[in-house]
């Protein structure tokens, strides 16, 4: 089935610094999301790529959508303690005429304030 | 406008028992989706329903069942509960307009004991 990869699966970083996380597929992908999960929340959703190349930005997130459609990326500039949760990216799939996303592992940061 | 909503917050079910979980979804948003998520993993998608009708199922027993009212809203259904059903058990509704953003309710967490 289509899974994602995403690396690393946890990241500490000093509040400040800037960070890059990366969500790989072996397979093409028709679109990309990404979801934020604070502890003890659910998963809120952040962005959604479709385009091959496509940036986007939020504020001090920035998501990137591979060329080819098969990778990922989300950077945070100047972390803050705010930012701490699981980021999970996630490709949406049809599949019988149904929309489901596929979550991987995530990737959990934590914030040394 | 409010959110997802889902009941109950909190569940504690002993092996064998059944269990109902409800979700009531944004307004206007027409499909449903629940996902079971174990401690340290991403969610797995269960079902989807759309105008009442099952849309899609993942890799979950017969034992999970669910449905979708009239007025959108739906239940979860698991029977015969194992010990491994012990998980946060999240809604998620969407627009079905093409796009794949979900938005997730607070779940409700299933501790079988």
């Known amino acids: 089935g289509q899974q994602v990869m995403q690396i690393p699966q946890y990241q500490h970083v000093q509040e400040g610094e800037d960070f890059t996380t990366y969500c790989n597929s072996s397979?093409?992908?028709?679109?990309i999301q990404w979801y934020k999960q604070r502890p003890g929340g659910h998963p809120v959703f952040l962005i959604q790529?479709?385009?091959?190349?496509e940036v986007k930005k939020q504020k001090r997130l920035t998501f990137q959508f591979g060329e080819a459609k098969k990778n990922s990326s989300l950077h945070i500039t100047a972390t803050q303690t705010t930012d701490v949760g699981t980021y999970f990216c996630?490709?949406?799939?049809?599949?019988?005429?149904?929309?489901?996303?596929?979550f991987g592992k995530g990737m959990k940061l934590t914030v040394n304030p | 406008d409010a959110g997802v909503t889902q009941s109950p917050t909190h569940l504690i079910k002993t092996r064998g028992q059944h269990v109902t979980l409800r979700c009531s979804p944004i307004?206007?948003?027409?499909?449903v989706s629940w996902y079971q998520q174990v401690l340290g993993q991403g969610p797995q998608f269960i079902f989807q329903?759309?105008?009442?009708?099952?849309?899609g199922r993942g890799n979950f027993p017969d034992r999970f069942s669910a449905r979708q009212f009239p007025n959108y809203s739906s239940e979860l259904n698991v029977n015969a509960l194992l010990l491994g059903d012990s998980a946060l058990y999240l809604c998620?509704?969407?627009?079905?307009?093409?796009?794949?953003?979900?938005?997730f309710g607070p779940g409700t967490r299933l501790t079988v004991t």
């Open positions: 998620a509704s969407s627009p079905w307009d093409g796009t794949y953003e979900q938005y």
């Open positions: 397979t093409t992908l028709s679109n």
């Open positions: 996630a490709p949406g799939k049809t599949q019988g005429g149904s929309e489901k996303l596929v």
């Open positions: 790529l479709v385009k091959s190349g």
């Open positions: 307004s206007g948003h027409k499909s």
């Open positions: 329903y759309y105008e009442k009708e099952e849309r």
